[in-house]
């Protein structure tokens, strides 16, 4: 037998930390790195998070909260071979701010730290961060961008009132009315009742796995019909982590950026598929705890409590958005209907699709300007 | 020194010096005619034709005078100069149909639309009209004949004299008021491509010409030719004088300096013409995109605050960005396309020619109306002067955006890329020609050394996200004709690609060295007019097909029967015999082919090239639709698909029992498929009868029925979808007015078949809260009886389309109604999986 599904190495046990905890990996830029403090932030349940402030150099700017979305990073607003929005931040006059909240990939929760519900993310993350940002900046403007998952969170936050008071805030991708194809949530739904027993995370890196392990078909399914021939990138433009759904438009990414995808997005855990399915399905933001008092503080359906809403939102999608589709646009239609006394405009970027708004080689002409628009109309 | 005058005297000198054969290289040639202010004064040995008829002379400065001044009221600088050009001063083509209408009451005789357009000079006009006053009214069309006496200088044998008697200038001098006139390039938009031919402006006298007009238009070979016709030979031909201009322009190639080979590295400073239109501008953005260089763009204004601006104007209106990340990588130069060195200062100018690495032309003056000597200076001087650039100083590429329009001859049989271009002669649209006459100079400097690539675009659609489009295009009239009228003109293809598409191509080639120096055609897919059809059908618009004469007449009458201003270009085009035959050959030329671009693509892992098809075209049709050109179907039209709907029930008011009966007769109604698809809305007609609220009958004034409304997500955090939304808007006998709100939901219970059928509804006052609520529910035996057996289809439609209408609407619906019943039965499935046991992960490190 070649392949041989017993391992002929055994694999490097982990090295049990009795002193250590988890610290988030070095961020991955090109700015002076004097300029860049990281802050050891740690959410109210006792979870380390990541916060780094980018010095302008100058006092008395709006800052600008960065959110990244699930299984990426802070990373993803810094990327070195790109004009990024950090860049055209602080070239424009913000102070940016970046949370690493715990579905960051700087963080290893992902892969093997104990698990979370989004609740978590809306309940201690994001507004432990706006609280320590709110320390430092005194009573200057406070803006939030926040992408995928990392808005939808904020979303719930929002309605909850745990995070009042902010200047503005852009959503990329999905608000309050989170949307999927259906064959994308049938397909979510089955491989994650099939794999639940198996495995709890998706990696997309295959270098780490190896070429033969148990995620070798979930690579193979990925591989299916694509055009690229690397494996990260088939299981993420392909296949969104084995649903079919595409995250990018393919040639809206600079090669360096496209090479290197597997250190920009880390693996997926599938022990958060119940939340977001229970989410999808409900096309609305819903909190995970029913019974939890602890989480009493969120909102059960945050589109019923969308009044509470108190900034203006700008809400962003790329015309090709391949796994969110046009839920921003029915969240305008929606909140249009029911509140229309909320600031809420809508903007499409045509020929983007999800991660490339941030991502992309172009998206500083494209998806910036409108960014910088609402920021200035709002400062 | 007025400024028209100065272009006047430019444009007699460059001729001159076109014919002549001075040493001077084009540059030197250029800066001459750049910085001459009137040389045309010590230019007397070109007027010693006209020695003979001194009275005649006169008539004719006489004449020029009045022309220019009828003509400078119709211009934003109010002036014209007896030898500048209608058009280049910045006179419009209504303007330019006003003119005519106001010159033939002048003149008391009937004047050809296509004469003014093919030479808006007033100093022609007159002397072409004064040929042509002289003779019988038998050969009145063709001045060639009596010219040659008249004027004896426009003879075949030598070009020079084809030039206007030097009679000109003096009338030139004389006949123009002094006084400062504006600058031409402060025109409105329109002299030049980047903002193409034909305004949109209503134009009254546009509609109120064709009766004058339609007897030239019904003899297409009366386009003056002053070579008179070729024995037996009937195709169209080009005017003589045309001919011999266009073999002077080219000869102009010939003096370019020899260059060397460009460094073949992808572009970092690139020098973009005609940023400002619509192709140009997409362009800019892509090249933006897909490359790292910085674009200095040619924009035709003042200084740079206002080239900043209208290059601002430009983009915003093609729903384009525009943002400081989009200044910080262009620079703009303030210039003219037109005058040498671009107009701009020798400074600038050696500059650009030593910095700038790739020269892309972009600018043209597209407008099917006008003449070659009316376009020349945009579109061949113009793309010469940047051959002159590229050759200077540092070698550079140019890259030129020329046109199929260069095959576009009648009877021509093959469009490949390196296919042989058209007969020039016999081209007869001033546009063809121009554009045919660039290209080949161009192609000529290739024999000096410059990498010259033409990328030849077809018709460029709009937008296929954006729906941006270009207003002036004649593919846009033409689109938004056939959804009107619902007919379409008998073509072979259509050779049309969407700008996204033409500007990602172009800007791939000008970032790939390898690419460079070849011929390219943007053209996509051609669609053949069965994939037209069956588009429009798809689209739920049946288009009947008929022949060209017959679609033309057809769509003429239509449009002179309702006017619709937006459209009024499209009129002009039909009506000019030059256009029409520009129309002519384009709807009867073959595929383009593009072998070459299409290995390209493939081999730079572009997407290949798709048809711009029905999808691809929503967008650009609903703004043409929104911006007034096309139509859309409207719930007043006649119905494309409709059936009854019988509810009956009970309502009371709101917090008793429900007890009182009420029944519903409405009638349920499609304008079109489109907008079932895209609003998921159908038409609401009927009565409502329900004694409670009053005791007659209500009618349904204004009546919506949305499908799965907001995707159909609860009104409040739980299970119940919404599956239908009725809004309906009231009135009784007695004038009162009312509004009853409905929904069928869908629930995770075994009643499914009644959760389609039981629409809960609430009644109340118009601008009042609810007075009534209830539920009525439509009988289980009329709902396969009306709502599927009774559905009725527009009898317009062949029985094929009536069916395909019915089965597509019931597919659609039933589709629809599938997912919104299935929605809570999958979130009660949800919660059963949730219940399962979550197990400890079983793997750390791998």
Same mark, same amino acid.
């Given at each position: 037998m070649i392949f041989r599904t017993t391992r002929t190495t055994r694999p490097r046990p982990a090295l049990r930390r009795v002193r250590t905890t988890p610290t988030p990996r070095p961020l991955r830029h090109r700015l002076d790195a004097s300029r860049v403090e990281e802050i050891p932030l740690h959410a109210a349940d006792g979870v380390r998070l990541g916060l780094t402030r980018v010095d302008p150099g100058d006092r008395g700017r709006p800052a600008v909260l960065l959110l990244h979305g699930h299984t990426a990073s802070a990373d993803m607003f810094l990327l070195p071979e790109t004009r990024n929005l950090v860049?055209?931040?602080?070239?424009?006059?913000?102070?940016?701010?970046?949370?690493?909240?715990?579905?960051?990939?700087?963080?290893?929760?992902?892969?093997?730290?104990?698990?979370?519900?989004?609740?978590?993310?809306?309940?201690?993350?994001?507004?432990?961060?706006?609280?320590?940002?709110?320390?430092?900046?005194?009573?200057?403007?406070?803006?939030?961008?926040?992408?995928?998952?990392?808005?939808?969170?904020?979303?719930?936050?929002?309605?909850?009132?745990?995070?009042?008071?902010?200047?503005?805030?852009?959503?990329?991708?999905?608000?309050?009315t989170p949307k999927l194809a259906g064959r994308t949530s049938l397909r979510m739904t089955v491989a994650g009742e099939l794999l639940r027993t198996r495995i709890d995370h998706i990696p997309v890196d295959f270098r780490t796995v190896g070429l033969w392990s148990k995620y070798t078909p979930l690579f193979a399914l990925a591989s299916r019909g694509a055009d690229c021939p690397d494996p990260t990138c088939q299981i993420l433009h392909n296949s969104a982590w084995g649903t079919g759904a595409s995250l990018f438009v393919h040639e809206n990414l600079a090669e360096a950026t496209h090479d290197r995808l597997a250190q920009l997005l880390g693996p997926a855990p599938l022990w958060i598929l119940p939340h977001l399915r229970r989410i999808e399905l409900a096309r609305t933001v819903v909190r995970w705890h029913d019974g939890d008092h602890r989480y009493r503080a969120l909102p059960a359906n945050a589109l019923d409590a969308a009044g509470r809403i108190d900034t203006p939102v700008l809400l962003l999608a790329g015309s090709e958005n391949g796994l969110w589709l046009d839920s921003q646009k029915l969240c305008r239609d929606v909140l249009a209907h029911r509140r229309p006394e909320l600031d809420v405009t809508y903007t499409e970027i045509p020929g983007y699709g999800h991660l490339d708004t941030f991502l992309g080689r172009g998206a500083a002409l494209d998806v910036y300007g409108h960014i910088l628009d609402f920021l200035g109309a709002h400062r | 020194?007025?400024?028209?005058?100065?272009?006047?005297?430019?444009?007699?000198?460059?001729?001159?010096?076109?014919?002549?054969?001075?040493?001077?290289?084009?540059?030197?040639?250029?800066?001459?005619?750049?910085?001459?202010?009137?040389?045309?004064?010590?230019?007397?040995?070109?007027?010693?034709?006209?020695?003979?008829?001194?009275?005649?002379?006169?008539?004719?400065?006489?004449?020029?005078?009045?022309?220019?001044?009828? %003509?400078?009221?119709?211009?934003?600088?109010?002036?014209?100069?007896?030898?500048?050009?209608?058009?280049?001063?910045?006179?419009? &083509?209504?303007?330019?149909?006003?003119?005519?209408?106001?010159?033939?009451?002048?003149?008391?005789?009937?004047?050809?639309?296509?004469?003014?357009?093919?030479?808006?000079?007033?100093?022609?006009?007159?002397?072409?009209?004064?040929?042509?006053?002289?003779?019988?009214?038998?050969?009145?069309?063709?001045?060639?004949?009596?010219?040659?006496?008249?004027?004896?200088?426009? /003879?075949?044998?030598?070009?020079?004299?084809?030039?206007?008697?030097?009679?000109?200038?003096?009338?030139?001098?004389?006949?123009?008021?002094?006084? +400062?006139?504006?600058?031409?390039?402060?025109?409105?938009?329109?002299?030049v491509a980047p903002a193409g031919p034909v305004p949109l402006a209503a134009s009254p006298s546009g509609a109120a010409r064709p009766a004058a007009l339609l007897p030239h238009a019904a003899a297409p070979l009366a386009v003056p030719g002053p070579a008179g016709p070729i024995g037996g030979d009937l195709a169209p031909r080009a005017r003589r004088e045309d001919l011999d201009q266009i073999l002077a322009d080219l000869a102009l190639a010939d003096r370019l300096p020899f260059t060397d080979l460009p460094e073949p590295v992808p572009p970092r400073r690139i020098l973009l013409t005609g940023a400002t239109g619509f192709l140009g501008s997409h362009l800019l953005l892509d090249l933006l995109r897909h490359s790292d260089a910085h674009v200095y763009c040619l924009?035709?204004?003042?200084? @740079?605050?206002?080239?900043?601006?209208?290059?601002?104007?430009?983009?915003?209106?093609?729903?384009?960005?525009?943002?400081?990340? $989009?200044?910080?990588?262009?620079? $703009?130069?303030?210039?003219?396309?037109?005058?040498?060195?671009?107009?701009?200062? @020798?400074?600038?100018?050696?500059?650009?020619?030593?910095?700038?690495?790739? $020269?892309?032309? /972009?600018? #043209?003056?597209?407008?099917?109306?006008?003449?070659?000597?009316?376009?020349?200076?945009? +579109? $061949?001087?113009?793309?010469?002067?940047?051959?002159?650039? %590229?050759?200077?100083?540092?070698?550079?590429?140019?890259?030129?955006?020329?046109?199929?329009?260069?095959?576009?001859? /009648?009877?021509?049989?093959?469009?490949?890329?390196?296919?042989?271009?058209?007969?020039?002669d016999r081209l007869v649209s001033g546009y063809d020609q121009s554009k045919w006459a660039a290209e080949t100079a161009l192609r000529r400097a290739r024999d000096h050394g410059l990498v010259v690539t033409a990328l030849r675009p077809g018709g460029i659609g709009g937008h296929t996200t954006t729906g941006a489009y270009n207003p002036l295009d004649l593919s846009s009239g033409l689109? &938004?004709?056939?959804?009107?009228?619902?007919?379409?003109? #008998?073509?072979?293809?259509? +050779?049309? #690609?969407?700008?996204?598409?033409?500007?990602?191509?172009?800007?791939?080639?000008?970032?790939?060295?390898?690419?460079?120096?070849?011929?390219?055609?943007?053209?996509?897919?051609?669609?053949?007019?069965?994939?037209?059809?069956?588009?429009?059908?798809?689209?739920?618009m049946h288009v009947r097909v008929q022949d060209w004469d017959e679609w033309r007449a057809d769509t003429l009458a239509r449009l002179e029967a309702e006017p619709v201003p937006e459209l009024a270009f499209?009129?002009?085009?039909?009506?000019?015999?030059?256009?029409?035959?520009?129309?002519?050959?384009?709807?009867?030329?073959?595929?383009?082919?593009?072998?070459?671009?299409?290995?390209?693509?493939?081999?730079?892992?572009?997407?290949?090239?798709?048809?711009?098809?029905?999808?691809?075209?929503?967008?650009?049709?609903?703004?043409?639709?929104?911006?007034?050109? #096309?139509?859309?179907?409207?719930?007043?039209?006649?119905?494309?698909?409709?059936?009854?709907?019988?509810?009956?029930?009970?309502?009371?008011?709101?917090?008793?029992?429900?007890?009182?009966?009420? &029944?519903?007769?409405?009638?349920? &109604?499609?304008?079109?498929?489109?907008?079932? /698809?895209?609003?998921?809305r159908i038409d609401v007609a009927g009565e409502v009868t329900c004694p409670a609220v009053h005791p007659g009958p209500l009618t349904v004034a204004h009546g919506d029925v949305w499908v799965r409304p907001d995707e159909g997500i609860p009104h409040q955090h739980g299970l119940r979808h919404r599956l239908l939304r009725y809004r309906l808007e009231l009135t009784d006998l007695d004038g009162g007015t009312w509004w009853l709100e409905g929904h069928k939901y869908a629930r995770a219970r075994r009643d499914v078949w009644r959760q389609t059928r039981a629409l809960t509804v609430e009644i109340g006052r118009a601008g009042e809260s609810a007075s009534f609520a209830g539920e009525v529910v439509v009988p289980a035996d009329t709902y396969v009886r009306d709502q599927i057996d009774g559905i009725r289809v527009d009898p317009r439609l062949t029985g094929r389309e009536r069916r395909a209408a019915k089965l597509t609407w019931l597919a659609w619906f039933g589709l629809e109604m599938g997912r919104g019943l299935a929605g809570p039965f999958a979130r009660a499935a949800a919660d059963l999986l949730d219940l399962r046991r979550t197990p400890a992960p079983t793997e750390r490190h791998r």
């Open positions: 860049d055209v931040l602080l070239d424009e006059g913000y102070e940016p701010w970046l949370l690493d909240w715990r579905g960051s990939c700087r963080l290893p929760y992902n892969e093997t730290g104990r698990r979370y519900t989004y609740d978590d993310v809306a309940l201690y993350d994001i507004p432990a961060a706006v609280s320590h940002i709110r320390e430092r900046i005194g009573d200057r403007p406070l803006f939030a961008v926040a992408h995928c998952i990392g808005s939808l969170t904020l979303s719930l936050s929002m309605t909850a009132g745990l995070v009042p008071g902010l200047a503005g805030v852009v959503s990329q991708g999905v608000f309050l | 020194m007025p400024e028209t005058n100065e272009a006047a005297g430019q444009r007699a000198v460059a001729e001159q010096i076109e014919h002549g054969g001075t040493g001077l290289g084009l540059n030197d040639l250029l800066a001459k005619v750049g910085a001459a202010g009137t040389p045309t004064g010590q230019d007397p040995p070109a007027a010693p034709a006209d020695t003979g008829d001194a009275p005649a002379e006169r008539d004719e400065a006489a004449l020029t005078a009045e022309i220019a001044a009828v %003509a400078g009221r119709h211009l934003p600088s109010g002036r014209l100069a007896p030898d500048a050009d209608f058009f280049d001063a910045g006179g419009t &083509s209504v303007a330019a149909v006003e003119l005519v209408a106001e010159l033939e009451e002048l003149l008391g005789r009937e004047i050809d639309l296509d004469e003014v357009f093919a030479d808006a000079r007033p100093a022609s006009l007159a002397r072409r009209w004064l040929a042509s006053g002289h003779v019988p009214p038998t050969g009145a069309t063709v001045p060639g004949g009596p010219r040659a006496a008249d004027a004896p200088a426009p /003879v075949a044998a030598d070009p020079a004299t084809v030039l206007p008697p030097g009679a000109a200038a003096p009338a030139a001098a004389g006949g123009t008021p002094p006084g +400062n006139t504006p600058l031409p390039p402060a025109s409105p938009p329109g002299a924009v035709r204004a003042a200084d @740079e605050d206002a080239a900043l601006a209208r290059l601002g104007e430009a983009l915003r209106s093609y729903r384009l960005p525009w943002s400081s990340e $989009v200044r910080r990588r262009i620079t $703009v130069l303030p210039g003219d396309l037109r005058h040498p060195r671009l107009g701009l200062s @020798e400074e600038t100018w050696h500059t650009l020619a030593r910095e700038v690495d790739s $020269v892309v032309g /972009v600018a #043209a003056a597209v407008d099917f109306l006008r003449g070659y000597r009316s376009l020349r200076a945009s +579109n $061949v001087l113009g793309a010469l002067t940047l051959a002159e650039l %590229a050759a200077t100083g540092r070698p550079k590429p140019l890259h030129h955006i020329s046109s199929v329009a260069v095959f576009n001859e /009648v009877g021509i049989t093959s469009m490949g890329e390196d296919d042989p271009l058209a007969h020039v689109i &938004s004709a056939f959804g009107r009228h619902r007919t379409v003109p #008998a073509f072979r293809y259509l +050779n049309v #690609a969407p700008v996204d598409r033409v500007s990602r191509v172009a800007a791939a080639v000008v970032c790939e060295p390898d690419a460079w120096g070849f011929d390219y055609h943007l053209t996509g897919v051609p669609s053949t007019l069965d994939d037209v059809v069956r588009d429009m059908a798809l689209g739920g499209l009129g002009r085009v039909l009506r000019s015999p030059t256009a029409l035959k520009l129309c002519e050959a384009t709807l009867t030329g073959p595929a383009a082919e593009d072998t070459r671009t299409a290995a390209l693509v493939d081999a730079l892992g572009l997407p290949p090239a798709a048809r711009y098809d029905s999808r691809a075209q929503l967008r650009t049709y609903q703004k043409l639709a929104a911006d007034g050109l #096309a139509r859309l179907p409207h719930r007043d039209d006649r119905p494309y698909l409709w059936f009854d709907e019988r509810t009956e029930g009970s309502v009371g008011p709101v917090g008793a029992p429900a007890s009182e009966p009420c &029944s519903m007769a409405l009638t349920l &109604s499609l304008a079109s498929m489109y907008q079932l /698809v895209e609003e998921r």
